[in-house]
């Protein structure tokens, strides 16, 4: 599709522009952003079905609010996309999770119209309280705005927020996209009493408290109390009886319908009037316009390059380290009865569709909430039962103390497969998993495999589960297995390949298969290097130092953090390695690139070699 | 009081024996109870006024239920002295709190009756489901009970489970001991609700839910039935119109007068007899039945011995490091009116009552909520607002991901006051301070001071909130500052005292006393040692490896987990470094007696100096 199609859409920049629209003019613009956001996701990939569910929302936000003087904080940023484009960022969409493109979430350090980082669930409501409360401070009578999904709200900090929120007498406007759906089928309690909320009609005519509000605004006041008086039921109706969240202290509106761009706009504007905290409650359909996401919103919540017509995927899915573990899983759930699965909303993203089919009285996915997932496997534990949570690295942060408190202190057993270990890539900084071998290396009782292949993943998943004892993670990284050396030794502890060279290089994951890459280069120069690669990377054990001990020079490159890393603890007790890590924060890009930016590809490894024998 | 007239006490053991008495001689016990609380916290320290407010309750559960077949789960065990007491631990009550003696807190490990860990607040509804859950996939009709204040009911991890509880079937029992107080009077939306609860008396008559569940309860279900019929009319009409939990597929039963034990037992065997996920509210009376703690429960919360008579503490609490960090922080905000001071559920704890007199408009309780109050911290910052949280290392685990994502990838400046860091005795092993610097160097753009001195103290926060960037977190023990060296070099960065020895000792925060002591030891054995004591920890400097890698052998004491710790990172980079930090999770005691174990006291550190140096 020619790209001067989206008349509308080019003739936008700033949110200022979008005020100048009428509603007809409005729905060409959405139509615009829409045929935008298919044809973007088509060729990067990234989050569809949600961007295409906020479009009317995205636009209702901006033209009642003025951001960035008023303040907007998207939850999990990846609903953002229409944001994005509305706020100056249209001309540079195309290059949307690409390396020194836009991210894929919000960023301050990108536009001044992103308040809030976020790339994480849950954080909205705390963070646009903390913006609300300092405006309140300052006597700016400006407004935060916080919007998230019905998926966020089963993250317990958004309860803390809440319960915050509630007394806070500030401007805060918390939206509720409710969508019935996370990232997979939306679950737990919450979600099924705002259907409830959605399906009964129990609408009581009102509390007054808008008009008297109202009737106080002078500006906004008078004609706003028109228009709502002259809208259709939901925002005439607006307050509903007694709601969980007016429990909570704060004022209720909705369900809207997140797809009428006039009925958001007199939802959001009486809000906004209100200047106390509200809670706007409205129902849009994930993936809307789009047949395929509309029918499948779960398939097209992340997703790769895609062919528009016909919604198939450029790259038919073939296994991945997530899948192997959720197939090996399930069948040592057929062998042991007492092996539960645990997943934080992330079902099919760490392959445990599998098991779930198979045992699902054994299956829980507890929304996204890691830290209880922790605790529950605790609980369970204590009973006799062997819970196996799997969870993104960058998510497992979120149940730290819980893995602390509630596991290691009294030496249960439980395993943890931690999914996208090591760069993810795209996503950027908040979701690579460089910060999963610092926290769970200071985790007393805690044993941690980093297997290299599908077969490494397997053997390490039953030790784990029928061997080890405390808490066991098994770390793997996102997408599939490049591995093409020889896998006749693979085994849980180590392997040594000594040709009896002066310099040893050990690493362990995936990086091997670069390490093999730069001992390829390096034998091209004339330098010869033994390896070892690592499968238990931790704790440490005194064959691996006595190893490593013998060796003049060792090279250790590792995908993690470098404070708190492996190498470092090695480099600690040895005193020959020259550890190569990671030193910061990494952003989004593809993942290979960011690899050799980080000194981990093949090529750049044998350089730094290279480069340090010549001066020595 | 002479022990012998604690008569019915005397006569009990395990639960069983609860269940022969009748109701007056179950009143007796409960005196009798209330003098052993009294007498034995009033001797050893520890929390009265929470325990004193459920000793009705606690016998309540125990008649009702059968533990341990039934598994009770009390969260922040702080409350289950009788508990302890009444599952077979009386005879060693004594001994509360004391090194070999019993914990302040439930462990598996010290009783069957046990049924988890709990030192940290709100975990559990999580435990208690994780419980029921294997329950019913083993086949097993006993009870999860899960006992907790309002004041856990302020964290994240409560909804998180209440989300996961409601629709999950199993033989769940969730009792809310609700008595307006945590630690200090509680705050936000949901404590306020709870109380409208308590203070309106819209019961309706009833929801039949019970007394179908009775008639279909073969043995139970009629003898109960005609009980509940006979009872008062908090059981009669225990089932509330609609109240948030049931909103969240709970049913409830409440309010309760948890301190009429008949009451309380008819609630309690309503609650078993449904076989589903119930919430039991039960109002209690923090302090009840000792005037003093009655009077100022937030005093009687947790405190040391004191003479039972007037209440009067033994010990005038004089200053100490965390009322120097609140009383400096209060000048500084008189100075800067941007700096707002946050903490969770812990104003009298941290000192920071003296800021939250001054200037209240910036100064936020958010409930046991560390991670809320990270995040909110983030919002504030955003603004161009100076926030300083003030919260125990130990529950600062509990926002390891929002400092990473929501401080820290922004480089977001806000300071952490990390009160009781190291070691902190009587609490245990879920209170020890021992993580904080192995997970907050884990995170970029963290700068962390460990003063050893007020003095040190005062510099170190006036730098952290006017001069730092990013995370800066500043660490100081519990308790007061016992040094007696010179002061007049203190700073924020190091003090080195360079006597051309050929041993350097490197040490921070407190622990300088004791190598000052260790270098007094030795000097009289003729062996010499140089010090450095670092103030600012991390980020690892030069100047500091420079001097450290000057010597030909060095020992760096240090009151962390080994593994993340300053001596691991610097011994990581130098390769002369012998570090004598903490290998495992340190168990409760005396202080001084536990880091002396820990090989932390002057003589120990001087012992392993000597050692060394005879076989070198």
Redesign the interface.
Known sequence: MPKNSLAYLEKMNLPDDLKKLNYSQCEALCRDIRQKLIDTVSKNGGHLASNLGVVELSLAVHRVFDSPAD?I?WDVGHQSYTHKILTGRADKFDRLRKENGISGFCR??ESVHD???S??SS?SV??????????K??GDNHS?VAILGDGAF??????????????SDTNLVIILNHNEMSISKN????A??LSSIRTTERYHKTKNVVERTLDKTPLLGKPLKKAIKGSKNAVKNALLH?T?FE????EYIGPLDGHNLQELEHGLAVAKALHRPVLVHVNTVKGKGYAPAENNPGEYHGVGSFEIATGNPDVVTSDSFSSVFGKELTKLGEENKNI?AITAAMKYGTGLQHFSKAYP??F?D??I?E??AV???????????I?VFAVYSS?L??G???L???L???NTHAVIGVDRAGIVGDDG??HQGI?DV??L????NTTIYSPSCYEELRLCLNKAVNEDSGIVAVRYPRGNDKSKYDKSQVNTFYEYNDNGNGVLIVTYGRLYNNVLGACEILKNNQIECDTLKLVKIFPMEDEIIDIISSYKLVFFFEES?Y??SIS??Y???C?N?A?VAI???VKHGNANDLLDELGLSAQKMADQIKDFLKYE
Chains 1, 2 share one sequence.
């Open positions: 303040k904080v301050p350090d308040a809030f980082i790339g994480h954080n705390s963070a646009a309280l903390g913006i609300a409360t300092a405006m401070i300052h935060a089963t993250g317990g900090l958004v309860y803390e927020g809440l319960n915050n929120a509630g007394k679950v737990g309690s919450v099924k009493y007694s969980m429990d909570l202290g704060l539960c009285k054994r829980f507890v929304g909430a830290g209880h605790t529950f496997c605790g609980g369970l534990a204590s009973m006799g039962m819970p998510f942060q979120r730290y103390d819980e602390i408190h509630d290691a202190i009294c900084e908040t910060f610092p926290f290396t200071s985790i007393p953090y404070h708190g470092e603890k480099a600690a007790v005193s390695i550890p030193d910061n924060f």
